[in-house]
Every structure is written in C-alpha cells, then in structure tokens.
C-alpha cells in the first residue's frame, strides 16, 4: 500500500478545497500559510472570498482623525506618540480648542470624526465625556467613532464605572462607534514582552462584547511585526473570530503593519511588502464571518494598498487629513488623501469606488 506524504502542495491544495466549500480554516490553516512562499496562491484564495462578498466595490469614508491629548499614563514600546505631562509637546485640548482645530481644517463631506489618544490620568472621565459632547453639538451630523477599547478600560478605572456604565455615558454624549485600537497583539506574552500598560486580552474583547450588547457596531485591528510569532497573529486572529460567532457586531478588521520609530529607519526595520499583503490575505481567510478587511495605506503606502484590492482588503479607510500616531512612529505615507485620490487608487484596480458612512451604509458609488 502506498503511503501519501503531505506536502507543500497538497496543504495548499486542501486548504485551497477548504475555502472555495466555505469550510473554516483551523490555527494549523493560518500558521501555513504564513510559513508559505506562494503569495500568488494565497492572494487569489483571498480575492475569491473577498468578491463572493463585496463583489467589485472597494469602500472608503470622507473621515478626520483627531486627538484631544497625547498624555498617556502608559509606556507601551512601540509607542512614539505619548508624552507626559509637562514634557515638552505634551497636550490636553478643551473642546473648544478641538473645534477651532476642526474648524480650520475640516472640509465638505467629512462624516466621521475617528477619535483616539492619550489615556491622561490627569483629567477626569468628565472631560472626555465632555469632548464628545462639544464635537456632537457643534457637528451633529458628523457621527463619532469614538476611543479604543484600552480608553474604555481605561475610563472605567478613574470613573468607577462599569465598561457598560462608561459606554452609556459616552453614547448619551454622541459616541456612535468605538475604534480598533488597543488590541495590538491578543497575547498575554506579547504584552509582557511589548509593556503594553493598558486593557489585557480578555478586558479588550469584554470592552468590544459590551459595547456590541449595547448596540454599538465597533472595528477591531492587529498591530503586527515586532516580537510575535505567527502563530500568535491567527490566534489573534481566531479569538476576534470567535467574539464575532457570538456577537456580529464587528464592521471591519484592520491589519495595521508596525511602523519603525525613525522616519530613517532602514528598510530592514520595516514588514516586506510580502509580509503585508500576505496579512491582509490570510486575515480574509480566517475571518470567515468578517465583511470588511481594511488595507490602511498609513501604514502600507498607497500603491500596495492598490494591489492589496486583488488580495482580500474591500476598504481603503478614508480621507484622514491629518494622521498622528503612526507617523510618530516614522511612517512615510502621506497624513491624508483627497476623495478623488482614493477613487482613482480603486479604479486603477480594476474595481468600483464607493463612498460609506461608519456603518458601510452607500453614499455615493463611483461606477
């Protein structure tokens, strides 16, 4: 009797089987595939799932990134963006501060402000209360998406309150969604190794459970390229899976590839290309019951963010005008992007631009 050995190519092969049946892939699937040389292979996998859901239409939001403070009582290692209080380029903006800030740089269309920073120990949970207040009365029609799930955390321990009392006070205030920061890695060890001082593992999935109970449609992202293994980005990768089994309340997963401290960091300090598209296509793969991967082109630069649309990534992100936290960290993308930028970056993949809100609902397509 002949015995068959398994093979590169026949892992690929059931693998292959797996996902045009819509069976899903196992810890094992994900690991080889990112021990595997075949992007082609991977990438086409990735397009077939991603047009079986979104077909043709690549999505993309006209949104402003802004940063109430960058005080943080954390001192996470790949950070670049924290100060303390009283160094030099530390700052807590009033509301007011950050509607003149807005007002000079806001332009027509804008329907999302993405809201993120510091965790500021020096102020109260009534002041970011308050900051979203100021933003919702002054924009009511621009929706807020609002703190990641680490600030939650966060809030709920200078507050006293429960994530849940946090939240309602917060939606009260305008909140509509929360962003997807604070997950980096969902490993214990890698936040021992990273000193991730905020939201552990089971406190950042509990923050994102609660908000979705309360009905909030939240994002999620994986911070990857430093000191963790492949293995732990599919178990990462696995357990915003299985959140998503018991909630659905995920609208899109957000690889975000490590930026380097150092805008001159050499090339060798930064993910392959190969290592970024590869990530956006095995995150198709695994996240079976997720619609939306987002390529963020802060992170990749916007030609790969191009060729990531026949990879697996339906969403470009959006507009920005003026991004922060990563470009602390020596990225070398541009800070924003005009709306005509974006649809001619999704038509020159072939594919049909299409304006959302937060929560994917159409604007506008660009046939």
Same mark, same amino acid.
């Given at each position: 009797?002949?015995?068959?050995?398994?093979?590169?190519?026949?892992?690929?092969?059931?693998?292959?089987?797996?996902?045009?049946?819509?069976?899903?892939?196992?810890?094992?699937?994900?690991?080889?595939?990112?021990?595997?040389?075949?992007?082609?292979?991977?990438?086409?996998?990735?397009?077939?799932?991603?047009?079986?859901?979104?077909?043709?239409?690549?999505?993309?939001?006209?949104?402003?990134?802004?940063?109430?403070?960058?005080?943080?009582?954390?001192?996470?290692?790949?950070?670049?963006?924290?100060?303390?209080?009283?160094?030099?380029?530390?700052?807590?903006?009033?509301?007011?501060?950050?509607?003149?800030?807005?007002?000079?740089?806001?332009?027509?269309?804008?329907?999302?402000?993405? #809201?993120?920073?510091?965790?500021? $120990?020096?102020? !109260?949970?009534?002041?970011?209360?308050?900051?979203?207040? /100021?933003?919702? &009365?002054?924009?009511?029609?621009?929706?807020?998406?609002?703190?990641?799930?680490?600030?939650?955390?966060?809030?709920?321990?200078?507050?006293?309150?429960?994530?849940?009392?946090?939240?309602?006070?917060?939606?009260?205030?305008?909140?509509?969604?929360?962003?997807?920061?604070?997950?980096?890695?969902?490993?214990?060890?890698?936040?021992?190794?990273?000193?991730?001082?905020?939201?552990?593992?089971?406190?950042?999935?509990?923050?994102?459970?609660?908000?979705?109970?309360?009905?909030?449609?939240?994002?999620?992202?994986?911070?990857?390229?430093?000191?963790?293994?492949?293995?732990?980005?599919?178990?990462?990768?696995?357990?915003?899976?299985?959140?998503?089994?018991?909630?659905?309340?995920?609208?899109?997963? #957000?690889?975000?590839?490590?930026? $380097?401290?150092? !805008?001159?960091?050499?090339?060798?300090?930064?993910?392959? /290309?190969?290592? &970024?598209?590869?990530?956006?296509?095995?995150?198709?793969?695994?996240?079976?019951?997720?619609?939306?991967?987002?390529?963020?082109?802060?992170?990749?630069?916007?030609?790969?963010?191009?060729?990531?649309?026949?990879?697996?990534?339906?969403?470009?992100?959006?507009?920005?005008?003026?991004?922060?936290?990563?470009?602390?960290?020596?990225?070398?993308?541009?800070?924003?992007?005009?709306?005509?930028?974006?649809?001619?970056?999704?038509?020159?993949?072939?594919?049909?631009?299409?304006?959302?809100?937060?929560?994917?609902?159409?604007?506008?397509?660009?046939?």
């Amino acid at each position: 009797m002949n015995i068959i050995i398994p093979n590169e190519h026949s892992q690929m092969q059931q693998i292959s089987e797996k996902v045009r049946a819509g069976e899903r892939l196992t810890h094992e699937d994900g690991v080889f595939l990112y021990q595997s040389d075949d992007l082609l292979t991977i990438g086409q996998l990735a397009n077939e799932v991603n047009l079986r859901k979104n077909g043709n239409k690549v999505y993309f939001i006209e949104n402003m990134s802004l940063y109430f403070t960058n005080v943080c009582e954390a001192h996470c290692a790949f950070c670049n963006f924290r100060k303390d209080e009283g160094e030099e380029g530390a700052y807590t903006l009033s509301g007011a501060e950050m509607i003149d800030y807005v007002e000079k740089h806001i332009h027509p269309g804008v329907r999302e402000f993405h #809201i993120v920073g510091g965790h500021n $120990p020096h102020v !109260p949970f009534q002041y970011y209360v308050d900051s979203l207040q /100021a933003l919702h &009365d002054r924009y009511p029609d621009v929706t807020l998406k609002a703190y990641t799930a680490a600030e939650i955390d966060f809030f709920s321990r200078i507050s006293g309150l429960s994530y849940r009392g946090v939240l309602e006070e917060l939606m009260k205030a305008g909140l509509k969604s929360l962003t997807g920061g604070g997950a980096e890695i969902l490993s214990d060890e890698y936040r021992r190794k990273m000193r991730v001082e905020k939201a552990n593992v089971s406190q950042y999935l509990d923050v994102h459970r609660t908000a979705h109970q309360l009905g909030l449609r939240t994002h999620t992202t994986m911070l990857y390229g430093s000191v963790e293994k492949h293995a732990d980005r599919i178990w990462h990768m696995m357990q915003i899976r299985e959140l998503q089994d018991e909630t659905n309340g995920f609208l899109v997963f #957000i690889p975000l590839s490590m930026q $380097p401290i150092s !805008p001159k960091a050499s090339i060798r300090r930064r993910n392959s /290309a190969f290592e &970024d598209l590869k990530t956006i296509a095995i995150s198709r793969l695994m996240l079976d019951n997720f619609q939306h991967i987002k390529a963020y082109f802060i992170n990749i630069g916007t030609q790969l963010t191009q060729v990531s649309l026949t990879m697996g990534a339906s969403d470009v992100h959006g507009t920005i005008v003026k991004e922060r936290i990563s470009h602390a960290a020596g990225a070398l993308t541009p800070e924003g992007i005009t709306r005509e930028d974006l649809v001619w970056l999704i038509k020159g993949a072939g594919r049909i631009p299409v304006e959302r809100d937060t929560f994917y609902n159409e604007v506008k397509v660009y046939e």
